[in-house]
Protein backbone atom coordinates (compact mmCIF):
# COMPACT_ATOMS: atom_id res chain seq x y z
CA UNK A 1 0.00 0.00 0.00
CA UNK A 2 1.11 3.37 -0.93
CA UNK A 3 2.44 5.38 2.16
CA UNK A 4 0.55 8.85 3.48
CA UNK A 5 1.80 12.18 2.10
CA UNK A 6 2.33 14.37 4.71
CA UNK A 7 1.83 17.70 4.38
CA UNK A 8 2.84 20.66 6.89
CA UNK A 9 1.01 24.08 7.26
CA UNK A 10 2.48 27.22 7.36
CA UNK A 11 0.55 30.38 8.19
CA UNK A 12 0.48 32.98 10.84
CA UNK A 13 -3.41 32.94 10.66
CA UNK A 14 -4.95 30.36 12.61
CA UNK A 15 -8.34 30.44 10.68
CA UNK A 16 -6.43 29.38 7.09
CA UNK A 17 -4.23 26.59 9.10
CA UNK A 18 -7.58 25.10 10.57
CA UNK A 19 -9.32 25.13 7.24
CA UNK A 20 -6.41 23.64 5.32
CA UNK A 21 -5.68 21.33 7.77
CA UNK A 22 -9.55 19.81 7.59
CA UNK A 23 -9.42 19.64 3.90
CA UNK A 24 -6.02 17.96 3.58
CA UNK A 25 -6.95 15.47 6.80
CA UNK A 26 -10.52 14.80 5.44
CA UNK A 27 -8.79 14.03 1.66
CA UNK A 28 -6.28 11.65 3.83
CA UNK A 29 -3.51 13.26 4.12
CA UNK A 30 -0.87 13.67 7.45
CA UNK A 31 -0.79 17.04 8.79
CA UNK A 32 0.58 19.57 11.15
CA UNK A 33 0.28 23.09 11.17
CA UNK A 34 3.27 25.59 11.86
CA UNK A 35 2.01 29.57 13.06
CA UNK A 36 5.77 30.69 12.18
CA UNK A 37 8.81 29.93 9.82
CA UNK A 38 10.98 29.01 13.17
CA UNK A 39 8.15 26.57 14.52
CA UNK A 40 7.96 24.79 11.02
CA UNK A 41 12.32 24.43 10.55
CA UNK A 42 12.13 23.16 14.11
CA UNK A 43 9.13 20.87 13.15
CA UNK A 44 11.32 20.08 9.49
CA UNK A 45 14.73 19.26 11.49
CA UNK A 46 12.96 15.99 13.41
CA UNK A 47 9.86 14.94 10.66
CA UNK A 48 10.94 16.03 6.85
CA UNK A 49 7.67 16.81 5.32
CA UNK A 50 6.75 15.72 1.79
CA UNK A 51 5.06 19.07 1.21
CA UNK A 52 5.23 22.32 2.80
CA UNK A 53 2.35 24.37 2.02
CA UNK A 54 3.60 27.93 3.35
CA UNK A 55 2.29 31.74 3.16
CA UNK A 56 4.84 34.55 2.21
CA UNK A 57 4.16 37.01 4.36
CA UNK A 58 4.27 36.39 7.95
CA UNK A 59 5.77 38.24 11.20
CA UNK A 60 8.84 37.12 12.06
CA UNK A 61 11.37 34.96 9.31
CA UNK A 62 8.88 35.85 6.06
CA UNK A 63 8.33 32.37 3.46
CA UNK A 64 10.73 32.89 0.95
CA UNK A 65 13.86 33.15 3.42
CA UNK A 66 11.81 29.97 5.14
CA UNK A 67 12.04 28.49 1.65
CA UNK A 68 15.51 29.11 1.84
CA UNK A 69 16.83 27.43 4.19
CA UNK A 70 14.27 24.39 3.31
CA UNK A 71 16.00 23.62 0.01
CA UNK A 72 19.55 24.21 1.75
CA UNK A 73 19.12 21.56 4.03
CA UNK A 74 16.57 19.52 2.08
CA UNK A 75 16.72 20.27 -1.66
CA UNK A 76 13.95 17.26 -3.27
CA UNK A 77 11.63 19.24 -0.58
CA UNK A 78 7.98 20.27 -2.22
CA UNK A 79 7.39 24.08 -1.34
CA UNK A 80 4.45 25.39 -2.28
CA UNK A 81 4.15 29.84 -1.72
CA UNK A 82 1.09 31.01 -0.52
CA UNK A 83 0.31 34.43 -0.70
CA UNK A 84 -2.98 36.92 -0.46
CA UNK A 85 -0.95 40.11 -2.10
CA UNK A 86 0.41 38.52 -5.42
CA UNK A 87 3.28 40.15 -7.13
CA UNK A 88 4.79 38.69 -10.15
CA UNK A 89 8.58 39.83 -8.49
CA UNK A 90 7.38 37.67 -5.31
CA UNK A 91 6.25 34.81 -7.70
CA UNK A 92 9.53 34.52 -9.82
CA UNK A 93 11.87 34.65 -6.63
CA UNK A 94 9.81 32.11 -4.95
CA UNK A 95 10.50 30.24 -8.16
CA UNK A 96 13.71 31.10 -8.49
CA UNK A 97 14.31 30.06 -4.99
CA UNK A 98 13.16 26.65 -5.93
CA UNK A 99 9.51 26.84 -4.59
CA UNK A 100 7.33 24.31 -6.64
CA UNK A 101 4.28 26.50 -7.20
CA UNK A 102 2.97 30.04 -5.93
CA UNK A 103 -0.68 30.25 -5.64
CA UNK A 104 -2.68 33.37 -4.88
CA UNK A 105 -5.11 33.01 -1.19
CA UNK A 106 -8.27 31.63 -1.65
CA UNK A 107 -8.18 29.11 -3.96
CA UNK A 108 -10.72 27.33 -6.20
CA UNK A 109 -11.09 24.18 -4.38
CA UNK A 110 -10.35 21.87 -7.27
CA UNK A 111 -6.96 23.68 -7.83
CA UNK A 112 -5.90 22.94 -4.44
CA UNK A 113 -6.63 19.41 -5.11
CA UNK A 114 -4.80 19.53 -8.46
CA UNK A 115 -1.69 21.18 -6.84
CA UNK A 116 -1.35 18.47 -4.34
CA UNK A 117 -2.33 15.15 -6.13
CA UNK A 118 0.75 16.77 -8.75
CA UNK A 119 3.00 17.32 -5.80
CA UNK A 120 2.07 13.98 -4.75
CA UNK A 121 2.97 12.28 -7.54
CA UNK A 122 5.90 13.93 -8.27
CA UNK A 123 7.16 12.61 -4.89
CA UNK A 124 5.86 9.08 -5.50
CA UNK A 125 7.58 9.43 -9.20
CA UNK A 126 11.15 10.43 -7.45
CA UNK A 127 10.50 7.52 -5.04
CA UNK A 128 10.47 5.10 -7.35
CA UNK A 129 13.24 6.54 -9.33
CA UNK A 130 15.44 6.54 -6.37
CA UNK A 131 14.39 2.71 -5.59
CA UNK A 132 15.27 1.56 -9.24
CA UNK A 133 18.57 3.43 -8.93
CA UNK A 134 19.39 1.33 -6.39
CA UNK A 135 18.73 -1.88 -8.23
CA UNK A 136 20.05 -1.00 -10.99
CA UNK A 137 23.45 -0.04 -8.92
CA UNK A 138 23.44 -3.72 -6.80
CA UNK A 139 22.23 -5.30 -9.91
CA UNK A 140 25.72 -4.27 -12.06
CA UNK A 141 27.89 -3.70 -8.86
CA UNK A 142 31.51 -4.49 -8.86
CA UNK A 143 29.98 -7.52 -6.69
CA UNK A 144 29.59 -9.51 -9.30
CA UNK A 145 33.58 -9.80 -10.02
CA UNK A 146 34.14 -13.16 -8.04
CA UNK A 147 37.59 -13.36 -5.93
CA UNK A 148 39.69 -11.90 -3.53
CA UNK A 149 43.15 -13.03 -5.59
CA UNK A 150 45.70 -10.35 -5.35
CA UNK A 151 45.38 -10.74 -8.86
CA UNK A 152 41.87 -9.74 -8.79
CA UNK A 153 41.96 -7.29 -5.99
CA UNK A 154 44.66 -5.16 -8.44
CA UNK A 155 41.59 -5.29 -10.84
CA UNK A 156 39.29 -4.02 -8.74
CA UNK A 157 41.38 -1.49 -7.99
CA UNK A 158 42.00 -0.47 -11.31
CA UNK A 159 38.35 -0.31 -12.26
CA UNK A 160 37.86 2.11 -9.11
CA UNK A 161 40.22 4.65 -10.34
CA UNK A 162 39.06 4.26 -13.82
CA UNK A 163 35.35 4.34 -13.29
CA UNK A 164 35.45 8.26 -12.43
CA UNK A 165 37.46 9.57 -15.38
CA UNK A 166 36.30 9.34 -18.51
CA UNK A 167 39.16 7.85 -20.47
CA UNK A 168 38.95 5.06 -22.49
CA UNK A 169 39.76 1.83 -21.32
CA UNK A 170 41.27 -1.51 -22.91
CA UNK A 171 40.09 -4.34 -21.31
CA UNK A 172 42.52 -7.46 -22.16
CA UNK A 173 42.22 -10.80 -21.29
CA UNK A 174 41.92 -14.38 -22.52
CA UNK A 175 37.85 -15.15 -23.65
CA UNK A 176 36.05 -16.67 -20.63
CA UNK A 177 38.13 -14.27 -18.27
CA UNK A 178 34.77 -11.68 -17.57
CA UNK A 179 36.35 -8.86 -19.86
CA UNK A 180 32.43 -7.62 -20.23
CA UNK A 181 32.09 -7.95 -16.28
CA UNK A 182 35.10 -5.60 -15.89
CA UNK A 183 33.21 -3.00 -18.38
CA UNK A 184 29.69 -3.51 -16.82
CA UNK A 185 31.23 -2.64 -13.16
CA UNK A 186 33.34 0.26 -14.72
CA UNK A 187 30.56 1.69 -16.29
CA UNK A 188 28.30 0.86 -13.12
CA UNK A 189 30.63 2.80 -11.04
CA UNK A 190 31.08 5.78 -12.95
CA UNK A 191 28.70 9.53 -12.88
CA UNK A 192 27.61 7.66 -16.58
CA UNK A 193 25.97 4.92 -15.13
CA UNK A 194 22.22 6.39 -15.07
CA UNK A 195 22.35 5.95 -18.74
CA UNK A 196 22.88 3.50 -21.32
CA UNK A 197 25.82 0.68 -21.48
CA UNK A 198 25.73 -0.16 -25.14
CA UNK A 199 27.59 -3.62 -25.78
CA UNK A 200 28.21 -4.31 -29.52
CA UNK A 201 30.18 -7.67 -30.48
CA UNK A 202 32.61 -6.86 -33.35
CA UNK A 203 33.57 -9.93 -34.17
CA UNK A 204 30.07 -10.90 -34.50
CA UNK A 205 29.49 -8.78 -37.21
CA UNK A 206 30.52 -7.98 -40.77
CA UNK A 207 32.32 -4.89 -41.67
CA UNK A 208 28.92 -3.45 -43.41
CA UNK A 209 26.90 -4.73 -40.85
CA UNK A 210 29.23 -3.29 -37.86
CA UNK A 211 28.87 0.14 -39.94
CA UNK A 212 24.95 0.15 -39.87
CA UNK A 213 25.32 -1.06 -36.66
CA UNK A 214 27.72 1.53 -34.81
CA UNK A 215 26.66 4.62 -36.73
CA UNK A 216 22.68 3.74 -37.76
CA UNK A 217 21.07 4.27 -40.90
CA UNK A 218 18.77 6.35 -42.86
CA UNK A 219 15.71 4.95 -44.76
CA UNK A 220 16.58 3.76 -48.18
CA UNK A 221 20.17 3.38 -46.93
CA UNK A 222 20.57 -0.01 -48.67
CA UNK A 223 18.01 -2.90 -49.34
CA UNK A 224 16.18 -3.92 -46.50
CA UNK A 225 16.27 -0.48 -44.73
CA UNK A 226 12.75 0.31 -44.28
CA UNK A 227 13.49 2.56 -41.26
CA UNK A 228 15.59 5.02 -40.36
CA UNK A 229 17.28 4.01 -37.20
CA UNK A 230 19.58 4.80 -34.52
CA UNK A 231 23.21 3.52 -34.39
CA UNK A 232 24.91 2.18 -30.97
CA UNK A 233 26.88 5.78 -30.88
CA UNK A 234 23.77 7.34 -30.76
CA UNK A 235 22.24 5.06 -28.63
CA UNK A 236 25.00 5.63 -25.71
CA UNK A 237 24.71 8.90 -25.53
CA UNK A 238 25.70 10.29 -22.31
CA UNK A 239 26.57 6.51 -21.33
CA UNK A 240 28.80 4.55 -22.52
CA UNK A 241 29.78 2.28 -25.44
CA UNK A 242 31.40 -1.63 -24.95
CA UNK A 243 33.42 -2.75 -27.83
CA UNK A 244 34.17 -6.42 -27.65
CA UNK A 245 36.66 -8.11 -29.82
CA UNK A 246 38.05 -4.82 -30.83
CA UNK A 247 40.91 -6.22 -32.86
CA UNK A 248 38.56 -7.56 -35.33
CA UNK A 249 37.19 -4.61 -37.27
CA UNK A 250 38.68 -4.01 -40.65
CA UNK A 251 41.13 -1.63 -41.15
CA UNK A 252 38.39 0.42 -43.10
CA UNK A 253 36.31 1.15 -39.99
CA UNK A 254 39.09 1.47 -37.94
CA UNK A 255 39.80 4.53 -39.70
CA UNK A 256 36.06 5.54 -39.47
CA UNK A 257 36.23 4.72 -35.46
CA UNK A 258 39.11 6.80 -35.06
CA UNK A 259 37.48 9.75 -36.35
CA UNK A 260 34.30 9.26 -34.49
CA UNK A 261 36.20 9.03 -31.04
CA UNK A 262 38.36 12.30 -32.03
CA UNK A 263 35.22 14.12 -32.80
CA UNK A 264 32.35 12.76 -31.46
CA UNK A 265 30.51 13.13 -34.40
CA UNK A 266 29.19 10.97 -36.88
CA UNK A 267 26.54 10.72 -40.00
CA UNK A 268 24.40 7.69 -40.33
CA UNK A 269 25.33 5.23 -43.10
CA UNK A 270 22.90 6.45 -45.91
CA UNK A 271 22.39 10.33 -44.31
CA UNK A 272 24.03 13.30 -44.41
CA UNK A 273 23.43 15.12 -41.01
CA UNK A 274 26.02 15.24 -38.54
CA UNK A 275 24.95 13.64 -35.30
CA UNK A 276 26.98 14.29 -32.10
CA UNK A 277 26.71 11.49 -29.06
CA UNK A 278 28.62 12.17 -25.72
CA UNK A 279 30.00 8.45 -24.92
CA UNK A 280 32.97 6.82 -23.02
CA UNK A 281 34.35 4.03 -24.72
CA UNK A 282 35.32 0.58 -23.23
CA UNK A 283 36.99 -1.79 -25.67
CA UNK A 284 38.20 -5.32 -25.17
CA UNK A 285 40.00 -7.65 -26.98
CA UNK A 286 42.03 -11.31 -26.06
CA UNK A 287 44.39 -10.51 -28.61
CA UNK A 288 47.88 -8.44 -28.30
CA UNK A 289 47.14 -5.32 -29.60
CA UNK A 290 50.57 -3.83 -29.60
CA UNK A 291 51.92 -6.95 -32.03
CA UNK A 292 48.95 -6.48 -34.12
CA UNK A 293 50.53 -2.46 -34.46
CA UNK A 294 53.88 -3.56 -34.74
CA UNK A 295 52.68 -6.05 -37.40
CA UNK A 296 50.42 -3.05 -39.29
CA UNK A 297 47.43 -4.99 -38.46
CA UNK A 298 45.80 -2.66 -36.39
CA UNK A 299 46.18 1.47 -36.51
CA UNK A 300 48.26 2.50 -33.70
CA UNK A 301 46.81 6.12 -33.60
CA UNK A 302 43.03 4.06 -32.93
CA UNK A 303 45.71 2.27 -30.47
CA UNK A 304 46.64 5.25 -28.64
CA UNK A 305 43.29 6.78 -28.35
CA UNK A 306 41.65 3.61 -27.19
CA UNK A 307 44.72 2.60 -25.17
CA UNK A 308 44.53 5.28 -22.45
CA UNK A 309 44.07 2.83 -19.34
CA UNK A 310 44.99 -0.79 -19.84
CA UNK A 311 43.25 -2.98 -17.32
CA UNK A 312 44.55 -6.57 -17.83
CA UNK A 313 41.89 -10.05 -16.72
CA UNK A 314 43.82 -12.74 -16.03
CA UNK A 315 43.18 -15.84 -16.17
CA UNK A 316 41.94 -18.56 -14.24
CA UNK A 317 45.03 -20.52 -13.76
CA UNK A 318 46.74 -17.19 -12.26
CA UNK A 319 43.95 -17.02 -9.37
CA UNK A 320 43.52 -20.93 -8.57
CA UNK A 321 43.17 -19.28 -5.06
CA UNK A 322 39.65 -17.61 -6.33
CA UNK A 323 38.08 -20.85 -7.94
CA UNK A 324 36.69 -22.32 -4.53
CA UNK A 325 34.56 -18.65 -4.30
CA UNK A 326 33.92 -19.13 -7.98
CA UNK A 327 32.33 -22.49 -7.36
CA UNK A 328 30.37 -21.61 -4.51
CA UNK A 329 28.97 -17.98 -6.55
CA UNK A 330 28.09 -21.05 -9.42
CA UNK A 331 26.50 -23.33 -7.32
CA UNK A 332 24.44 -20.50 -5.95
CA UNK A 333 23.75 -19.15 -9.08
CA UNK A 334 22.60 -22.08 -10.41
CA UNK A 335 20.75 -23.90 -7.81
CA UNK A 336 18.91 -20.58 -7.57
CA UNK A 337 18.20 -20.53 -10.77
CA UNK A 338 17.09 -24.09 -11.52
CA UNK A 339 15.09 -23.95 -7.89
CA UNK A 340 17.26 -26.43 -6.22
CA UNK A 341 18.37 -26.81 -2.30
CA UNK A 342 22.52 -25.63 -2.49
CA UNK A 343 24.46 -28.57 -3.00
CA UNK A 344 28.17 -29.37 -1.84
CA UNK A 345 31.50 -30.70 -3.46
CA UNK A 346 32.23 -33.87 -2.99
CA UNK A 347 35.58 -34.15 -0.89
CA UNK A 348 38.51 -34.30 -3.41
CA UNK A 349 36.63 -32.64 -6.47
CA UNK A 350 37.53 -28.87 -5.15
CA UNK A 351 41.76 -30.29 -5.42
CA UNK A 352 40.97 -31.64 -9.02
CA UNK A 353 39.21 -28.23 -9.76
CA UNK A 354 42.05 -26.45 -8.85
CA UNK A 355 44.71 -28.96 -10.82
CA UNK A 356 42.56 -28.41 -13.96
CA UNK A 357 44.17 -25.82 -16.76
CA UNK A 358 40.65 -23.88 -17.38
CA UNK A 359 42.05 -22.66 -20.80
CA UNK A 360 38.24 -21.68 -21.97
CA UNK A 361 38.58 -19.77 -18.30
CA UNK A 362 35.85 -18.81 -15.92
CA UNK A 363 33.60 -19.32 -18.43
CA UNK A 364 34.62 -22.88 -18.52
CA UNK A 365 34.08 -23.12 -14.84
CA UNK A 366 30.65 -21.83 -15.05
CA UNK A 367 29.68 -24.29 -17.72
CA UNK A 368 30.98 -26.93 -15.93
CA UNK A 369 29.29 -26.07 -12.69
CA UNK A 370 26.06 -25.41 -14.46
CA UNK A 371 26.10 -28.80 -16.32
CA UNK A 372 26.90 -30.93 -13.07
CA UNK A 373 23.74 -29.25 -11.21
CA UNK A 374 21.86 -30.66 -14.53
CA UNK A 375 22.96 -34.30 -14.26
CA UNK A 376 24.60 -34.59 -10.69
CA UNK A 377 22.07 -36.58 -8.12
CA UNK A 378 20.82 -33.04 -6.70
CA UNK A 379 23.38 -33.48 -3.35
CA UNK A 380 26.94 -33.27 -4.23
CA UNK A 381 28.90 -32.71 -7.25
CA UNK A 382 31.06 -35.51 -8.01
CA UNK A 383 34.10 -36.02 -10.26
CA UNK A 384 31.80 -37.78 -12.46
CA UNK A 385 29.44 -34.61 -13.19
CA UNK A 386 32.73 -33.12 -14.28
CA UNK A 387 34.35 -33.49 -17.51
CA UNK A 388 37.90 -32.61 -15.84
CA UNK A 389 39.53 -36.34 -17.38
CA UNK A 390 38.51 -35.44 -21.41
CA UNK A 391 40.32 -32.20 -22.30
CA UNK A 392 38.23 -29.80 -22.62
CA UNK A 393 37.92 -27.84 -26.25
CA UNK A 394 37.83 -23.99 -25.92
CA UNK A 395 37.13 -21.59 -28.43
CA UNK A 396 40.32 -20.09 -27.60
CA UNK A 397 42.44 -23.06 -27.89
CA UNK A 398 42.41 -24.25 -31.46
CA UNK A 399 45.96 -25.20 -32.02
CA UNK A 400 48.74 -27.50 -30.67
CA UNK A 401 50.70 -24.48 -30.24
CA UNK A 402 48.00 -22.98 -27.68
CA UNK A 403 47.71 -26.08 -25.93
CA UNK A 404 50.97 -26.20 -25.06
CA UNK A 405 51.70 -22.58 -24.17
CA UNK A 406 48.70 -23.10 -21.89
CA UNK A 407 49.51 -26.43 -20.48
CA UNK A 408 53.44 -24.99 -19.76
CA UNK A 409 51.72 -21.81 -18.24
CA UNK A 410 49.57 -24.10 -15.91
CA UNK A 411 52.53 -25.94 -14.73
CA UNK A 412 54.58 -22.34 -14.16
CA UNK A 413 52.25 -21.17 -12.14
CA UNK A 414 51.43 -24.42 -9.91
CA UNK A 415 54.96 -24.74 -9.03
CA UNK A 416 55.33 -20.52 -8.82
CA UNK A 417 57.83 -20.37 -11.75
CA UNK A 418 60.11 -22.66 -10.22
CA UNK A 419 62.04 -23.75 -13.37
CA UNK A 420 63.77 -26.92 -12.34
CA UNK A 421 60.45 -28.21 -10.56
CA UNK A 422 58.35 -27.17 -13.70
CA UNK A 423 61.06 -28.85 -15.99
CA UNK A 424 60.12 -31.74 -13.93
CA UNK A 425 57.12 -31.93 -14.06
CA UNK A 426 56.72 -31.20 -17.75
CA UNK A 427 59.44 -34.06 -18.17
CA UNK A 428 61.39 -31.73 -20.48
CA UNK A 429 65.10 -30.29 -19.65
CA UNK A 430 65.26 -26.71 -18.20
CA UNK A 431 66.94 -25.54 -21.22
CA UNK A 432 64.08 -26.61 -23.12
CA UNK A 433 61.30 -24.68 -21.04
CA UNK A 434 63.70 -21.58 -20.82
CA UNK A 435 63.29 -21.90 -25.11
CA UNK A 436 59.55 -22.07 -24.86
CA UNK A 437 58.98 -19.44 -22.32
CA UNK A 438 60.91 -17.46 -24.82
CA UNK A 439 59.03 -18.62 -27.95
CA UNK A 440 55.22 -18.34 -25.87
CA UNK A 441 56.24 -14.75 -24.66
CA UNK A 442 55.13 -16.20 -20.80
CA UNK A 443 56.02 -13.99 -17.97
CA UNK A 444 55.17 -14.39 -13.78
CA UNK A 445 52.55 -11.23 -14.16
CA UNK B 1 -21.31 8.66 25.48
CA UNK B 2 -22.75 6.68 23.28
CA UNK B 3 -24.20 8.33 19.82
CA UNK B 4 -27.88 7.59 20.03
CA UNK B 5 -29.32 9.27 16.17
CA UNK B 6 -28.04 11.88 13.45
CA UNK B 7 -29.61 15.28 13.63
CA UNK B 8 -30.57 17.42 10.34
CA UNK B 9 -30.92 20.67 11.51
CA UNK B 10 -32.20 23.27 8.52
CA UNK B 11 -31.32 26.72 9.02
CA UNK B 12 -32.39 30.43 7.35
CA UNK B 13 -34.93 29.96 4.44
CA UNK B 14 -34.44 26.10 3.61
CA UNK B 15 -37.49 23.76 2.98
CA UNK B 16 -37.96 21.35 5.49
CA UNK B 17 -39.13 19.01 3.28
CA UNK B 18 -35.79 18.59 1.68
CA UNK B 19 -34.28 16.97 4.93
CA UNK B 20 -37.22 14.59 5.25
CA UNK B 21 -37.12 12.84 1.64
CA UNK B 22 -33.18 12.33 2.63
CA UNK B 23 -33.47 11.09 6.16
CA UNK B 24 -34.16 7.63 4.78
CA UNK B 25 -31.08 6.82 2.78
CA UNK B 26 -28.85 8.45 5.31
CA UNK B 27 -30.56 6.40 8.49
CA UNK B 28 -29.89 3.43 5.79
CA UNK B 29 -25.97 4.17 5.02
CA UNK B 30 -24.98 4.97 9.26
CA UNK B 31 -27.29 2.66 10.84
CA UNK B 32 -28.61 5.12 13.27
CA UNK B 33 -32.41 7.04 13.44
CA UNK B 34 -32.62 10.44 11.93
CA UNK B 35 -34.40 13.40 13.81
CA UNK B 36 -34.95 16.48 11.48
CA UNK B 37 -35.83 20.21 12.64
CA UNK B 38 -35.54 24.16 12.04
CA UNK B 39 -32.89 26.20 14.07
CA UNK B 40 -33.13 29.41 14.67
CA UNK B 41 -29.50 31.62 14.54
CA UNK B 42 -28.81 35.20 13.21
CA UNK B 43 -26.77 34.32 9.75
CA UNK B 44 -25.52 38.04 9.37
CA UNK B 45 -22.94 37.03 12.00
CA UNK B 46 -21.27 34.95 9.62
CA UNK B 47 -21.41 36.96 6.66
CA UNK B 48 -18.18 38.66 5.25
CA UNK B 49 -18.83 41.86 3.21
CA UNK B 50 -15.88 41.39 1.08
CA UNK B 51 -16.50 38.35 -0.04
CA UNK B 52 -20.00 38.66 -0.01
CA UNK B 53 -20.39 34.72 1.47
CA UNK B 54 -20.72 33.09 4.59
CA UNK B 55 -17.74 31.69 6.93
CA UNK B 56 -17.95 28.16 7.05
CA UNK B 57 -15.16 28.31 9.54
CA UNK B 58 -16.69 30.48 12.60
CA UNK B 59 -20.57 29.10 11.49
CA UNK B 60 -19.37 25.41 12.38
CA UNK B 61 -18.03 26.15 15.93
CA UNK B 62 -21.46 28.41 16.43
CA UNK B 63 -23.05 25.35 15.99
CA UNK B 64 -21.09 22.86 17.99
CA UNK B 65 -21.46 25.52 20.72
CA UNK B 66 -25.25 26.34 20.49
CA UNK B 67 -27.01 22.71 18.88
CA UNK B 68 -24.87 19.80 18.99
CA UNK B 69 -24.42 17.06 21.46
CA UNK B 70 -22.48 14.00 22.40
CA UNK B 71 -25.41 11.94 21.66
CA UNK B 72 -25.99 13.03 18.24
CA UNK B 73 -24.05 13.75 15.28
CA UNK B 74 -25.27 16.92 14.27
CA UNK B 75 -25.56 18.18 10.40
CA UNK B 76 -26.42 21.89 9.84
CA UNK B 77 -27.69 22.93 6.40
CA UNK B 78 -27.98 25.91 5.07
CA UNK B 79 -29.06 27.41 1.81
CA UNK B 80 -26.18 30.09 1.43
CA UNK B 81 -22.89 30.74 -0.22
CA UNK B 82 -20.29 29.30 2.34
CA UNK B 83 -16.47 29.62 2.37
CA UNK B 84 -13.42 28.54 4.23
CA UNK B 85 -10.70 31.59 4.91
CA UNK B 86 -8.08 29.44 2.26
CA UNK B 87 -11.04 28.29 -0.17
CA UNK B 88 -12.79 30.37 -2.88
CA UNK B 89 -16.89 28.33 -1.89
CA UNK B 90 -17.32 24.60 -0.13
CA UNK B 91 -20.10 22.73 -0.40
CA UNK B 92 -19.94 21.42 3.11
CA UNK B 93 -17.67 21.09 5.93
CA UNK B 94 -17.27 18.74 9.07
CA UNK B 95 -14.70 17.74 11.33
CA UNK B 96 -13.16 14.06 11.00
CA UNK B 97 -14.74 11.95 13.53
CA UNK B 98 -16.03 14.76 14.78
CA UNK B 99 -20.48 15.34 16.28
CA UNK B 100 -21.00 18.73 13.61
CA UNK B 101 -21.05 19.37 10.26
CA UNK B 102 -22.26 21.68 7.73
CA UNK B 103 -23.69 21.60 3.93
CA UNK B 104 -25.22 23.97 2.00
CA UNK B 105 -27.56 23.56 -1.46
CA UNK B 106 -26.13 27.47 -2.41
CA UNK B 107 -24.02 25.84 -5.41
CA UNK B 108 -25.66 22.98 -5.82
CA UNK B 109 -28.78 23.90 -7.69
CA UNK B 110 -29.06 24.62 -11.53
CA UNK B 111 -29.90 27.77 -12.10
CA UNK B 112 -26.51 28.66 -10.18
CA UNK B 113 -24.81 27.68 -13.12
CA UNK B 114 -27.58 29.22 -16.14
CA UNK B 115 -29.16 25.85 -16.79
CA UNK B 116 -32.72 24.88 -16.04
CA UNK B 117 -33.81 24.41 -12.75
CA UNK B 118 -34.53 20.71 -11.84
CA UNK B 119 -35.89 20.14 -8.40
CA UNK B 120 -34.63 16.17 -8.96
CA UNK B 121 -31.14 16.77 -9.43
CA UNK B 122 -31.20 19.26 -6.33
CA UNK B 123 -32.34 16.85 -4.35
CA UNK B 124 -29.89 14.22 -5.35
CA UNK B 125 -26.85 16.58 -5.30
CA UNK B 126 -28.13 17.69 -1.61
CA UNK B 127 -28.63 13.83 -0.45
CA UNK B 128 -25.11 13.12 -1.46
CA UNK B 129 -23.79 15.79 -0.24
CA UNK B 130 -25.30 15.33 3.17
CA UNK B 131 -24.01 12.21 3.42
CA UNK B 132 -20.76 12.98 2.24
CA UNK B 133 -20.43 14.98 5.09
CA UNK B 134 -21.78 12.74 7.53
CA UNK B 135 -19.09 10.20 6.13
CA UNK B 136 -16.30 12.06 7.23
CA UNK B 137 -17.98 13.03 11.01
CA UNK B 138 -17.83 9.11 11.07
CA UNK B 139 -14.26 9.18 10.49
CA UNK B 140 -14.32 8.65 6.61
CA UNK B 141 -11.59 10.14 4.73
CA UNK B 142 -12.34 11.08 0.61
CA UNK B 143 -12.45 7.64 -1.43
CA UNK B 144 -10.97 7.09 -4.81
CA UNK B 145 -13.50 5.25 -6.27
CA UNK B 146 -15.34 7.12 -8.61
CA UNK B 147 -18.85 6.18 -8.30
CA UNK B 148 -18.42 6.50 -4.15
CA UNK B 149 -19.97 9.22 -2.13
CA UNK B 150 -17.13 9.61 -0.59
CA UNK B 151 -15.50 10.67 -3.48
CA UNK B 152 -14.01 14.18 -3.24
CA UNK B 153 -15.79 16.86 -5.26
CA UNK B 154 -14.96 20.12 -6.29
CA UNK B 155 -17.89 20.69 -8.92
CA UNK B 156 -21.08 19.86 -9.12
CA UNK B 157 -20.49 17.82 -12.32
CA UNK B 158 -18.39 15.59 -9.89
CA UNK B 159 -21.21 15.17 -7.31
CA UNK B 160 -23.58 13.99 -10.63
CA UNK B 161 -21.07 11.61 -11.53
CA UNK B 162 -21.21 9.48 -8.20
CA UNK B 163 -23.95 7.55 -5.95
CA UNK B 164 -25.48 8.46 -2.64
CA UNK B 165 -24.11 5.27 -1.14
CA UNK B 166 -20.68 4.69 0.35
CA UNK B 167 -18.62 2.05 -1.66
CA UNK B 168 -17.63 -1.60 -0.34
CA UNK B 169 -14.14 -0.24 1.18
CA UNK B 170 -16.16 2.92 2.81
CA UNK B 171 -18.85 0.83 4.27
CA UNK B 172 -16.05 -1.87 5.55
CA UNK B 173 -14.04 1.09 7.01
CA UNK B 174 -17.19 2.90 8.69
CA UNK B 175 -18.23 -0.73 10.14
CA UNK B 176 -14.64 -0.77 11.88
CA UNK B 177 -14.96 2.55 13.04
CA UNK B 178 -18.04 1.70 14.82
CA UNK B 179 -16.69 -0.98 16.09
CA UNK B 180 -13.32 0.48 17.37
CA UNK B 181 -15.87 3.41 19.27
Request: proline content about 3%; glycine content about 6%; hydrophobic content about 40%.
Amino acid sequence: MARKISILIVDDEESVRDSLYNWFIEDGYRVACAGDAKKALSILESDPYDIILADIKMLGMDGLEMLRRIKSIRKESIVIMMTAFATVDTAVQALKDGAYDYVTKPFDPDDLSHLIRNASKQISLAEENELLREKVVSLENVENLVGSSDAMRRVLKEIESVAQSNASVIITGESGTGKELVARAIHANSPRRFFPLVSVHCGALTESLLESELFGHEKGAFTGAVFNRKGRFEMADSGTIFLDEIATISPKMQVELLRVLETKSFVRVGGNKEITSDFRVICATNRDLKSMVEKGLFREDLYYRLNVVNIHVPPLRERIEDIPQLVDYFIGKYCATMNKPLITLESGVLKRLEEFSFPGNIRELENMIERAIVVGNGRKITLKDLPLGKETISTTVESLEDLEKNHISHILTKYSWNISAAAKALKVDRVTLYNKIKKYDLSQR
Amino acid sequence: MDLEDITLISFGYFDEELLKKIAPDISREFFYPVKTKSGNLDLSEFFDPSRKQYNGTTLLKKIDTEFATDHSKTLGLFSIDLFIPILTYIFGQAFLNGRIGIASVYRLSNERYGIKTDEKILLERFRKEAIHELGHMFGLIHCSDPVCVMRSSTYVEDIDQKYHSLCPICSRQLKSNSTDG
